[in-house]
């Protein structure tokens, strides 16, 4: 019974590790004849596990999806890639699976050994989020908008506009986007003949959906670019273009994309950054915490204020040498 137990474990972990097995190769890895491996596939199946078998000389195993989940198996890196992403869903932007997601991960960390334990403890130490103070959203809301997407029908919803009016929506749904700190719908809306972005925290969708639709190309190919140029215009009290003197892949791994929208600049050796702040002394800061050589493209007035502060710190770094 225990050499069962184990073998079905192995056969289950493989059957896992890739989409199609041969017959012949899952029973020389696991040391039995072919026999045995379908009665162990009957097994698992009678276990919850959907499995797909194909018959003669290409024939074999594939592992499916079923009415019910039935239990995984994770490698040591699964484990703490899921253990870390519920942490982060705990306390993240999505309201009503803050206590699901620490269900799981109760779960999960009884489970797991201590080594994996100690990793998962020191990213969870080492790490602070801020993503809790932008509006959270509802799992349920973000569900139905997503199965809208998927399946191209259309979408109905009450919409909460910036000034408190509200009105009901009906739109072509194209993609969800995560900023970091709030969830936007990008959406073909009918009504008004033009692409419109939507907050999510302030849809309540009404069923049941519309009718199906086919999908257009988004504004420049790119839904993500043409989100975060729109919401941070309107977002940001100052916004701002600036040439940074660095390569476009090396400041893609800096920034987020609540941080401005990176386009390629090849022709002047560097990347735009389409950004902006509540302050032009916080825009200030925060570029000159970049650490590239930059030029300030727009406003006039991010510049100005640049050439005051540069003569300033000048000032102050004179004066700091003749003190010594």
């Known amino acids: 019974m225990l050499e069962t137990s184990v073998r079905l474990l192995r056969l289950l972990s493989l059957l896992q590790a890739r989409p199609d097995w041969p017959g012949a190769e899952l029973a020389d890895r696991l040391g039995v004849t072919t026999r045995t491996v379908r009665n162990d596939v009957e097994r698992l199946r009678i276990l919850g596990y959907q499995i797909n078998s194909t018959t003669g000389a290409a024939g074999g195993y594939r ?7 039935p239990p995984l198996i994770l490698d040591d890196e699964e484990a703490v890639a899921v253990a870390v992403s519920l942490h982060a869903a705990a306390g993240g932007t999505v309201t009503g699976i803050e206590e699901t997601s620490l269900r799981a991960l109760a779960k999960l960390q009884q489970m797991l050994p201590s080594r994996l334990r100690r990793r998962i403890e020191a990213v969870r ?4 989020s801020v993503t809790g103070r ?9 569900t ?3 199965a809208a997407i998927r399946d191209h029908e259309r979408l109905r919803f009450d919409y909460r506009g910036h000034g408190g009016d509200a009105g009901v929506r009906t739109v ?3 993609r969800l986007v995560h900023t970091g700190r709030r969830w936007y719908l990008l959406a073909w809306d009918g009504d008004r003949d033009d692409w419109r972005t939507f907050r999510a925290d302030r849809i309540s969708p009404r069923t049941p959906n519309g009718g199906r639709f086919t999908p257009r190309t988004p504004p420049d190919g790119d839904a993500a670019a043409h989100v975060v140029r729109g919401t941070g215009s309107a977002a940001w009290r100052h916004p701002a273009r600036v040439r940074l003197h660095a390569p476009l ?5 800096r920034l987020t994309p609540a941080a401005g929208l990176l386009r390629d600049d ?9 950004t902006g702040g509540d302050s ?5 800061a925060f570029l000159g915490s970049l650490g590239v050589p930059f030029t300030v493209l727009d406003p006039p007035e991010l510049r100005a204020l640049l050439r005051d502060l540069a003569t300033r710190y000048a000032a102050a770094a004179q004066e700091d040498r003749e003190r010594s």
């Open 172 to 174: 072509e749904p194209h």
């Open 144 to 146: 139905v908008i997503a």
């Open 249 to 253: 892949d090396e400041l893609a791994e």
């Open 266 to 274: 090849t022709e002047h050796g560097g990347c735009v950054l389409e």
């Open 280 to 284: 032009l002394y916080d825009l200030a």
């Open 134 to 142: 932008g509006p959270t959203v509802d799992a349920e809301t973000l």
């Open 125 to 128: 130490a080492a790490t602070v």
């Open 63 to 69: 592992l499916g999806s079923g009415a019910a989940l």
